[in-house]
T-cell receptor
């Protein structure tokens, strides 16, 4: 069975510092991987996704993530944090051999990012 | 272009009642998925509909049901509400079915409180 583990339920960084949010997955077959962001009282917004093309994926708002099969990881990074990045971030996985339909997303528990001025 | 619209935004019900939540997808989108979000369990997939057909279903009891209409609007119903059903219910729509080729757009959710 697939699963996603996000290390650290809360991460705090200073404005301008590197953002690193960790995600490890467990899957018997190579998966599709996603990062979503959720702002207070809003739904989720897709930041980026890995679908077996380039292992370094660039997303919106300056975020990127690298798929590392040997480490079963898909960590999210941003070189310089902005105050507007404060939100909750979710990593999600969907196995490639499922037929690829939308619904089979398994989410991590989320990481709340705080940005200090 | 209007986003995914979920109504109502907030709902308060008592145990044993039933509730119907509505989701209007982005115009032209044919795939609609529902998720339940709680502090304890996080985000869990409920069901997915494409062209009025249920394609996938998560691991929820039969009290949770859904449907999709010919205009792609979707409703989910929860019967015999329990306290544990208190959650944020999120709806997401996408143009097509394949997750690799499409982007899911989420609504702001319906927050259900069961007293």
């Amino acid at each position: 069975a697939q699963s996603v583990t996000q290390l650290g339920s809360h991460v705090s960084v200073s404005e301008g510092a590197l953002v690193l949010l960790r995600c490890n997955y467990s899957s018997s077959v190579p998966p599709y991987l996603f990062w979503y962001v959720q702002y207070p009282n809003q739904g989720l917004q897709l930041l980026l996704k890995y679908t077996s093309a380039a292992t370094l994926v660039k997303g919106i708002n300056g975020f990127e993530a690298e798929f590392k099969k040997s480490e079963t990881s898909f960590h999210l990074t941003k070189p310089s944090a902005h105050m507007s990045d404060a939100a909750e971030y979710f990593c999600a996985v969907s196995p490639m051999n499922y037929g690829g339909s939308q619904g089979n997303l398994i989410f991590g528990k989320g990481t709340k990012l705080s940005v200090k001025p | 272009k209007a986003g995914v619209t979920q109504t109502p935004r907030y709902l308060i019900k008592t145990r044993g009642q039933q509730v119907t939540l509505s989701c209007s997808p982005i115009s032209g989108h044919r795939s609609v998925s529902w998720y339940q979000q709680t502090p304890g369990q996080g985000l869990q997939f409920l069901f997915e509909y494409f062209s009025e057909t249920q394609r996938n279903k998560g691991n929820f009891p039969g009290r949770f049901s859904g449907r999709q209409f010919s205009n792609s609007r979707s409703e989910m119903n929860v019967s015999t509400l329990e306290l544990g059903d208190s959650a944020l219910y999120l709806c997401a729509s996408s143009l097509g079915e394949l997750i690799a080729k499409n982007i899911q757009y989420f609504g702001a959710g319906t927050r259900l409180s069961v007293l």
